[in-house]
């Protein structure tokens, strides 16, 4: 146990005793089929059906608990966040009866804009990042006497997200491996203090996004990677350009290792968790899914691994798209063009065939008389579901073996 750490393990445990009546000591699932595809055995942490949708909860209610107690909430507290944060701080404001404001990027899913005043705070939608949105926050705290919620930045913040480690440890005494999603790096921090101040052995890695990484080099070299101002990804929980600064002392010392992932794979990973929990994990809530399910962190057959799937807040016009997306990627849902002579019986000839492979058409759409479509002839797309990549292999070589003309539409590489 480290003697220098920035929280003590006994405060750490304080705190998660004090958040009792406020969040759930949520449920951890060891999933066999998926412990089995990955060679290890796998549990999962479904803050995603915590209070009010994430982790965040945890931090934001301890904040404000320690708020009152020294009298320094002011006329309320404010947050800016691009969802899940700032659910969480209007939640534990309202049970506490205090006004909160947010801000949120003009691109938060609408959602979670509409989860936070459904909880009685007050919302402002400002700039496009969570940068801008902080400074605006921070403008309105000083104007209005407000007390300001950083969203991982804050050694208050970090204590309470701890109290998810705790429990993971609890429910898994025999647990090697921690898998966290990694933003700001709060939730990271806590994890990792509560996992190594009781077992330095335990390895703790970090998930990031490929196009959103500051922290993606920060284990190697110290460096903190800048980010694109348009850089994209369909983990909005996660889309933070900066790397805090408490954060960073923790991470150095306490995480193992930091990986990143696509979002091809975080969309396959959506779609994975649902069908083997039954359970909506948000972009961000499913990188270290993705991250094992593409071998980016190493596991062998005697480690107990436990992922957090830290946030459900999905915006629900990104769960088809993500859903579709991950089924092309993983090989079960295909998009052909077929050219075929415009000929009574040909179509039926071609579904025909599809049939007796024992594929599911979703889409059919039929097209002659466009300028790539040679005269006589006409072509047909076909959207259609398969059993994965050698069921769609079959299909294309049995086409081509009758001398039809079959380009592939879905790609791999297209974001949803």
């Given at each position: 146990?480290?003697?220098?750490?920035?929280l003590s393990l006994r405060y750490l445990q304080a705190t998660r005793a004090s958040l009792q009546d406020a969040v759930i000591h949520t449920a951890q699932w060891r999933n066999d089929p998926l412990s089995t595809d990955l060679g290890t055995s796998l549990a999962f942490k479904l803050e995603n059906l915590q209070r009010a949708g994430s982790f965040k909860i945890r931090g934001a209610t301890h904040k404000i608990a320690r708020l009152i107690a020294t009298d320094a909430q002011g006329n309320g507290?404010?947050?800016?966040?691009?969802g899940n944060h700032a659910q969480g701080v209007a939640r534990a404001a309202d049970l506490s009866g205090l006004r909160a404001v947010v801000v949120m990027p003009t691109n938060a899913p609408l959602t979670k804009i509409e989860a936070c005043r459904k909880m009685g705070a007050e919302v402002h939608?400002?700039?496009?990042?969570?940068?801008q949105s902080t400074e605006l926050a921070l403008e309105i705290a000083q104007r209005d006497n407000l007390a300001f919620l950083s969203p991982y930045d804050d050694w208050d913040v970090i204590a309470g997200q701890a109290s998810c480690g705790l429990e993971m440890l609890e429910d898994a005494p025999d647990m090697t491996l921690a898998v966290v999603p990694l933003g700001g790096g709060g939730l990271l921090s806590g994890v990792a203090l509560a996992l190594k101040l009781q077992n330095p052995a335990i390895r703790v890695v970090g998930v990031q996004t490929?196009?959103?990484?500051?922290?993606r080099r920060f284990l190697v070299d110290g460096s903190i990677e800048e980010v694109a101002p348009d850089a994209h990804t369909i983990a909005d929980g996660i889309k933070v350009k900066r790397a805090g600064k408490l954060t960073r002392q923790v991470i150095a010392r306490y995480v193992d290792d930091i990986v990143t992932v696509s979002d091809n794979a975080i969309a396959e990973a959506i779609v994975t968790l649902l069908e083997h929990t039954h359970t909506i994990g948000e972009g961000a809530g499913v990188t270290g899914l993705a991250a094992l399910m593409r071998g980016k962190i190493r596991v062998s057959d005697q480690d107990r691994v436990v992922c957090v799937i830290s946030g459900g807040n999905v915006d629900?016009?990104?769960?088809?798209r993500s859903i579709d997306y991950g089924l092309a990627s993983s090989g079960r849902l295909i998009s052909l063009s077929v050219i075929i002579q415009d000929t009574p019986g040909n179509l039926a000839h071609l579904l025909d065939t599809v049939a007796r492979l024992g594929m599911n058409i979703r889409h059919v759409e039929h097209r002659r008389g466009e300028l790539h479509v040679p005269i006589g002839t006409t072509q047909v797309i076909l959207e259609m579901e398969t059993r994965g990549p050698e069921h769609q292999k079959q299909l294309i070589a049995l086409l081509e073996e009758e001398r039809l003309q079959v380009d592939i539409?879905?790609?791999?590489?297209?974001?949803?």
């Amino acid at each position: 146990m480290h003697d220098d750490a920035p929280l003590s393990l006994r405060y750490l445990q304080a705190t998660r005793a004090s958040l009792q009546d406020a969040v759930i000591h949520t449920a951890q699932w060891r999933n066999d089929p998926l412990s089995t595809d990955l060679g290890t055995s796998l549990a999962f942490k479904l803050e995603n059906l915590q209070r009010a949708g994430s982790f965040k909860i945890r931090g934001a209610t301890h904040k404000i608990a320690r708020l009152i107690a020294t009298d320094a909430q002011g006329n309320g507290v404010i947050a800016a966040s691009a969802g899940n944060h700032a659910q969480g701080v209007a939640r534990a404001a309202d049970l506490s009866g205090l006004r909160a404001v947010v801000v949120m990027p003009t691109n938060a899913p609408l959602t979670k804009i509409e989860a936070c005043r459904k909880m009685g705070a007050e919302v402002h939608l400002h700039g496009t990042n969570l940068e801008q949105s902080t400074e605006l926050a921070l403008e309105i705290a000083q104007r209005d006497n407000l007390a300001f919620l950083s969203p991982y930045d804050d050694w208050d913040v970090i204590a309470g997200q701890a109290s998810c480690g705790l429990e993971m440890l609890e429910d898994a005494p025999d647990m090697t491996l921690a898998v966290v999603p990694l933003g700001g790096g709060g939730l990271l921090s806590g994890v990792a203090l509560a996992l190594k101040l009781q077992n330095p052995a335990i390895r703790v890695v970090g998930v990031q996004t490929d196009t959103v990484a500051p922290w993606r080099r920060f284990l190697v070299d110290g460096s903190i990677e800048e980010v694109a101002p348009d850089a994209h990804t369909i983990a909005d929980g996660i889309k933070v350009k900066r790397a805090g600064k408490l954060t960073r002392q923790v991470i150095a010392r306490y995480v193992d290792d930091i990986v990143t992932v696509s979002d091809n794979a975080i969309a396959e990973a959506i779609v994975t968790l649902l069908e083997h929990t039954h359970t909506i994990g948000e972009g961000a809530g499913v990188t270290g899914l993705a991250a094992l399910m593409r071998g980016k962190i190493r596991v062998s057959d005697q480690d107990r691994v436990v992922c957090v799937i830290s946030g459900g807040n999905v915006d629900m016009s990104l769960v088809g798209r993500s859903i579709d997306y991950g089924l092309a990627s993983s090989g079960r849902l295909i998009s052909l063009s077929v050219i075929i002579q415009d000929t009574p019986g040909n179509l039926a000839h071609l579904l025909d065939t599809v049939a007796r492979l024992g594929m599911n058409i979703r889409h059919v759409e039929h097209r002659r008389g466009e300028l790539h479509v040679p005269i006589g002839t006409t072509q047909v797309i076909l959207e259609m579901e398969t059993r994965g990549p050698e069921h769609q292999k079959q299909l294309i070589a049995l086409l081509e073996e009758e001398r039809l003309q079959v380009d592939i539409l879905t790609s791999k590489h297209d974001t949803p």
